[in-house]
């Protein structure tokens, strides 16, 4: 998997592992897990970094080798890469920078562009985000669709991950209001 980086993100990789591989041995603590994903802006939710770190320490040392490290992190950054070019995607149709679509524009892109989904997929994703996205649910209902929410369903993300992404993405995001008007 770590084939498929850039110079540039292998780089990256390796700058960041050095920070907390004081002894300079290809080894860093466990504990600085959370800190090396967050460094990288890669969201994982403390769940999942404590999966990670049975899978990358299971004798349980305290330590994570680079080595085993560097898949995990290719396929993460690889996602994050997927993940902008979605949310990108969908921008496109956002012509008011609020972060959501229509479902009827969600429809027409998800069955005339690129990977062509049936109806019967069509209503299974959005009725997935609709449970999986704290802010699609209660009074916050719009009748829009939020496609950052969406695309963590379509990449089968957890709850955590796609709140982690919907607050990374309206921290980039300018406003409606900032823009001026349409």
């Known amino acids: ?6 110079e540039e993100e292998l780089a ?3 700058e960041a592992f050095s ?3 004081k002894k300079n041995d290809k080894v860093m603590p466990a504990a600085d897990l959370a800190t090396l994903f967050q460094a990288l ?3 994982v939710s403390m ?9 990358l320490d299971p004798d349980g040392t305290g330590s994570v ?3 085993s490290l560097l898949p995990l992190l290719a396929r993460r950054m690889r996602t994050a890469e997927k993940i902008d070019d979605l949310i990108a995607a969908f921008q496109v149709f956002d012509k008011q920078k609020r972060g959501t679509i229509s479902p009827e524009e969600l429809r027409h892109i998800l069955s005339h562009f690129g990977e062509v989904m049936d109806t019967a997929e069509i209503d299974e994703y959005l009725a997935e985000a609709d ?3 704290a802010e699609m649910k209660g009074e916050t209902k719009t009748g829009q669709i939020n496609y950052v929410a969406f695309v963590g369903v379509m990449l089968d993300l957890s709850e955590d991950e796609i709140l982690a992404m919907q607050m990374s993405n309206s921290q980039r995001a300018p406003s409606a209001k900032e823009e001026g008007p349409a």
């Open 19 to 21: 920070v907390f591989d």
């Open 65 to 67: 080798p680079y080595d």
């Open 41 to 43: 802006h890669c969201n």
């Open 12 to 14: 990256k990789i390796q």
């Open 1 to 6: 998997m770590a084939e498929f980086l850039s």
């Open 47 to 55: 769940e999942e970094t404590k999966e990670y770190v049975q899978v």
């Open 131 to 133: 449970n999986k996205c």
